[in-house]
């Protein structure tokens, strides 16, 4: 398998995922400044020009729920169950992507992506729009999670993984996340998990794995 990635929000569940899972593959960085994502041939795998992506065999997938759901199915992982559960987690990533990481995604954005790619000053309006959604719709998980380790049943799923993408960009990206306890608690706990301390692969010298340190 060939996961396609960079060093932005979107990608950092699937190469998460693929640390912890311990999944056979192999990971192709693709340099956005540089617009590797736009070349003819990456297209031809992801025609939306996005990251990431996965290539397991003739198929592609793209989509990062989809990539993870591939590659838990693919060794019979807890993480994505096979009972009544399933659509627990399906709804999560469907709030999560409505509501939970769009807004922080939004501050991501104006934050650190702005800053990275010469984009321009943030968007006051949007960061007080973004940072006012976000807080409403921490206010349910947060709610949520008062009495729970996981957001789904009794272990981990994929839903956790996915709803802790953007929030060790928290301080940078300036999400409001110690305001909100259960969320804290929960996130610390997702910390400690092989993969997600530190997402992306490295190599020997601690240097993302994207052809220079």
Known sequence: MKLYWSDVL?????CALAKYLESPVDYVYLDLGRGEQRRPDYLAINPNGKVPTLLDGARSLWESDAIMCHLAA????????QDARQTEVIRWFSWNHQHFTAHAGALYFEHIIKPRFGLGEADSAEVARASREWRRAAAVLDGHLQ???YVVGDSLTLA????AVALPHAIRAHIPLAEFPAIQRWHER??????LART??????????????
């Open 10 to 14: 979107a990608p950092r569940t699937v």
């Open 74 to 81: 693919r060794c019979d992982s807890e993480l994505w169950p």
């Open 147 to 149: 009495h729970r380790r």
């Open 160 to 163: 956790d993984f996915a709803l």
């Open 190 to 195: 997702m910390n400690e998990l092989e993969g």
């Open 200 to 213: 992306f692969p490295r190599d020997s010298r601690g240097c993302l794995i994207r052809g220079h340190c």
